[in-house]
């Protein structure tokens, strides 16, 4: 559906972009608020900034920093109160503006037609309808659903998290402290069932709002091949799944009888506790759905990954690479921007950068550069401040990732290459 734009009384200009899944409304060039087809606040920007809604209600803050570029960029979670009055006034924000639409004085501006402005009010309204109540019980209801969901990559935000597991099998990264809080755990098939259903409720109308899956947590592929196969043929049986090589017309005209599908299936592992599946296991997955695994390299560096308390050695990763590739399934490369401050600094840079140009990548893969956060108390800091390592100022990390990003080589068509920011990250 096309924007439709008012002009309200008071002189205002008002845009409402109803989608099937979204509804986006934008009041001159101060306010826009993303919502769900169940009315929850999304993201909004607003005076400058950006803020984020996670389905617990937790909100982020963005807003440029003192230089360009994300390292820079300032970022704060709202407190418990300051969100709440932030929400407050969003939709406090929703209600005065469905109301005016309301008002005799409000006009169409453009060429819509009187169908489409019916549909820009009903989506207002209905957003207009969800409040601070609405969104409190939402948030007890996804604490029953879910464990935390710590983190997924950057093209992953907006996936439909179906957590197979709980916590990480290792969870002994001296950087990572994100499954700290619960013990790893494989659910059950019946209690996985009985997972999609409560997600499929709570989502609602917003579901097609959700391109991908992703299967959680940490690890959720070291579930043993026998008991992770049930698992994808359940995600297979609820939700309809783009086939694999669908293009041109028949993929049109797929989408056309599936309005609400998902792209694929997608998932974290590791080359130490997965290193036992076979490039026909991963082919497996990938003809029931698997299309990209997340693998934290960090480093291609051995001494360094094992200062990082990482089991697996530099070729453990280019192995799981090979048999990953072979099943046809596309991965994603994570590299820690920063580990091993300045004493590793060189030989980070160096090994990581050959072992990457030796992958068998192309334009189906992704590697991501995520910045070392050391938040302190974690055990990295602990151990850099007991081995006397000198972190990297933000300007050596930036210089470093530019450093890996000239040295990689890679034959057309080439993987692409981003930034993978822990500290934006809400579900």
């Known amino acids: 559906m096309p924007i439709v734009e008012f002009a309200l009384a008071d002189g205002h200009r008002l845009l409402v972009n109803a989608r099937p899944q979204t509804t986006t409304v934008m009041v001159d060039e101060a306010l826009t608020l993303n919502l769900d087809r169940e009315g929850r606040l999304t ?16 909100i982020i803050e963005k807003q ?16 418990a109160n300051e969100g709440r009055e932030f929400l407050a006034r969003a939709y406090a924000r929703l209600a005065e503006y469905n109301a005016a639409l309301r008002e005799p004085a409000t006009r169409v501006l453009g060429a819509a037609s009187a169908d489409e402005v019916a549909v820009a009010r009903a989506a207002l309204d209905e957003a207009a309808r969800c409040d601070l109540a609405r969104l409190d019980r939402d948030r007890e209801t996804f604490q029953r659903i879910y464990k935390p969901i710590s983190i ?30 619960r013990s790893f755990r494989i659910k059950t098939p019946m209690e996985f069932e009985r997972h999609i259903a409560a997600v499929r409720a709570f989502l609602g109308k917003a579901l097609g709002s959700r391109k991908t899956i992703f299967l959680a947590d940490a690890n959720a592929l070291v579930i043993p091949q026998e008991q992770l196969i049930p698992i994808f043929d359940a995600i297979g049986a609820e939700f309809a799944l783009l086939p694999r090589g669908l293009g041109g017309d028949a993929r049109a005209a797929w989408q056309a009888e599936h309005p609400v599908h998902f792209e694929g299936i997608y ?14 296991e991963f082919a497996s997955l990938a003809e029931r759905g698997l299309r990209r695994v997340y693998i934290g390299l960090e480093s291609g560096d051995a ?27 596309a991965v994603g490369i994570i590299i820690l921007a920063g580990a091993g401050g300045a004493r590793y600094a060189e030989q980070h840079v160096r090994q990581t950068t050959a072992l990457v140009n030796a992958l068998p990548l192309d334009e189906g893969d992704l590697i991501y550069f995520s910045e070392l956060v050391d938040y302190p108390g974690s055990n990295y800091a602990a151990l850099t401040r007991a081995a006397g390592i000198r972190p990297l100022t933000i300007d050596e990390i930036a210089r470093q990732v530019a450093e890996m ?23």
């Not at 607003?46 to 389905?55: A, E």
């Not at 440029?64 to 407190?79: F, K, T």
């Not at 998932?267 to 026909?280: E, H, L």
């Open 43 to 58: 993201s909004a920007w607003l005076g400058g900034r950006n803020y984020r809604r996670g389905l617990d209600n937790r």
């Open 267 to 280: 998932s974290f592992v590791d080359a130490f506790t997965t290193r036992r599946k076979t490039a026909r």
């Open 303 to 329: 001494e360094l990954l094992h200062f990082l308390g990482k089991p697996n050695s530099p070729d453990d990763v280019a192995q799981l690479v090979e048999r990953v590739k072979a099943g046809g399934v």
């Open 64 to 79: 440029g920093g003192p230089q360009p570029g994300l390292s820079y960029r300032v970022r704060r979670e709202l407190d």
């Open 152 to 181: 997924l990559p950057p093209d992953q935000y907006l996936a439909l998290v179906l957590q197979a597991t709980e916590g990480c099998s290792y969870n002994a990264c001296a950087f990572c402290g994100f499954y700290r809080d």
């Open 405 to 427: 990003r000239a040295r990689f080589e890679f034959e057309p068509p080439a993987p692409k290459v981003s930034y993978y920011d822990i500290r934006e990250f809400i579900y």
